[in-house]
């Protein structure tokens, strides 16, 4: 009964493309309102993939079979004069966010991408919802999906009172070109290490280069260290060269001194090898930690997807798998009920709790990085076993995530 039925899916990122193919692929029509006038594939960076989201593909016919991203076998812990505390066979494949964008927005037709359009208020009734954009125009459909992102204008209208919260540590991000790799490159391209000191975590890995190329020695390096910023260093950090302060500050205007201080902290207190690719990247940027989790998904005919619903902090490693799950489960649902009321409410009672569960379990990990650091002076034995235990969660949490994905 999908014909004829219409859906306006506000966000055009991985989120909003997703559903745009799951719901094309019951049957629906689509239209991806996008607030960005620009294609987004120059923006991201790398990422890990699941089985989950590989199946994701395959259901609406974008994986054609070639790779994806490159293939790591071990997690390695790293300690800082660079030798092996600890491997774990855990074969992964990783990826880079535009090598998920770019075939997800090429397979849409043209006609039902929006550019530049920037969803501002909507109005619902018992027959129909109904989209108003910031230059005056409207679009009405039998569905409005929000996949709006973190901060949302859908959700901040249905619920006001849900905002995200700083986790009270950064993540640091270095991307460098596979050819400056000096030391231990075949041991770093086949595995994710971990660099744990004292409250921090480091975790790099191979992604495929910038322009997609997965060939040896043309791939990249990608490095996220997650390091505790209470509130006054992270307005230090948003702070540019003429004393003017940012709410978040544009990669450029990072201070030159506060790269240096970054790369001078990798030196000491990274494994020699990643603090080396570190130091060698263009330019690292942060990004604040933040979460938070909405009680309810269904809105009458407004559904909240991917991150505009949750989002959980990084080490679930799973904001790209889930959107495509929440697509997924969302199509289902249209397929499974007659009304869109109905389906939204199936819809929520499974994602709804998908989403908690990532979110909660994502905040027990960060705490668990930096459990212990409390304790000032620990021995060097006390230190290994310290980090050994956050390398191990952190193999845990991934299996955790892998079933999680797979339910
Ligand atoms: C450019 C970009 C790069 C990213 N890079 C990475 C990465 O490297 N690694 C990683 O793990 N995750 C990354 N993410 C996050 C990851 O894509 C998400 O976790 C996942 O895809 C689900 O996000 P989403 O599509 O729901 O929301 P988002 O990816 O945040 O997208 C929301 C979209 O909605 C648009 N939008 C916002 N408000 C409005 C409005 N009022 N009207 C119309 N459109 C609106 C935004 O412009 C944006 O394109 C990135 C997201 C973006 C946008």
Redesign the pocket.
């Given at each position: 009964m999908a014909e004829g039925r219409r859906a306006l899916i506000?966000?055009?990122?991985?989120?909003?493309l997703f559903a745009a193919h799951m719901l094309r692929a019951i049957g629906w029509n689509v239209d991806v309102?996008?607030?960005?006038a620009e294609d987004?594939a120059g923006?991201?960076?790398?990422?890990g993939t699941h089985e989950a989201l590989l199946r994701m593909l395959r259901r609406i016919s974008i994986d054609d079979g070639s790779a994806l991203g490159v293939g790591t076998q071990h997690y390695i812990l790293l300690n800082a004069r660079g030798g092996i505390d600890c491997r774990l066979e855990y074969p992964r494949l990783m990826t880079a966010?535009a090598r998920l964008y770019r075939p997800l927005k090429d397979a849409l037709p043209a006609h039902c991408y929006h550019p530049a359009?920037?969803?501002v208020a909507f109005q619902q009734d018992a027959r129909s919802v109904t989209a108003s954009f910031a230059d005056g125009s409207r679009a009405s459909g039998d569905l409005l999906v929000a996949?709006?992102?973190?901060?949302?204008?859908v959700r901040a209208l249905v619920l006001p009172s849900v905002k995200a919260e700083y986790a009270g540590y950064v993540a640091w991000r270095g991307l460098t070109a596979e050819a400056e790799v000096a030391s231990d490159r075949a041991l770093l391209f086949a595995s994710n290490a971990f660099c744990i000191p004292g409250g921090e975590l480091a975790v790099s890995y191979p992604v495929p280069a910038r322009d997609g190329d997965l060939r040896e020695g043309r791939r990249d390096y990608n490095i996220v260290w997650y390091r505790p910023t209470d509130a006054a260093a992270l307005a230090d950090l948003n702070t540019d060269a003429a004393g003017r302060r940012h709410e978040q500050i544009a990669p450029p205007l990072i201070r030159p001194e506060v790269i240096a201080a970054v790369k001078a902290d990798a030196r000491a207190l990274l494994a020699p090898s990643i603090a080396d690719i570190f130091v060698r990247a263009e330019r690292p940027i942060f990004q604040p930690i933040q979460d938070f989790a909405t009680p309810q998904l269904d809105f009458g005919r407004v559904a909240l997807?991917?991150?505009?619903a949750f989002v959980a902090r990084?080490h679930v490693g799973a904001?790209?798998t889930k959107?495509a799950l929440d697509a997924a489960c969302l199509a289902d649902a249209l397929m499974a009920h007659e009304q869109v009321g109905d389906a939204l409410e199936a819809y929520n009672r499974v994602r709804q709790r998908a989403g908690a569960w990532a979110v909660s379990r994502s905040r027990e990990f960060g705490a668990c990085i930096s459990a212990d650091v409390a304790r000032a002076g620990l021995s060097a034995d006390a230190e290994a076993v310290r980090s050994d235990r956050v390398f191990r969660e952190y193999a845990t949490l991934h299996h955790e995530v892998r079933d999680w994905a797979q339910a």
């Open positions: 506000i966000g055009g990122s991985l989120g909003g309102f996008e607030r960005s987004l923006r991201g960076a790398g990422l966010w359009k920037s969803l996949a709006d992102g973190p901060r949302s204008t997807l991917g991150d505009a990084p904001g790209v959107a």
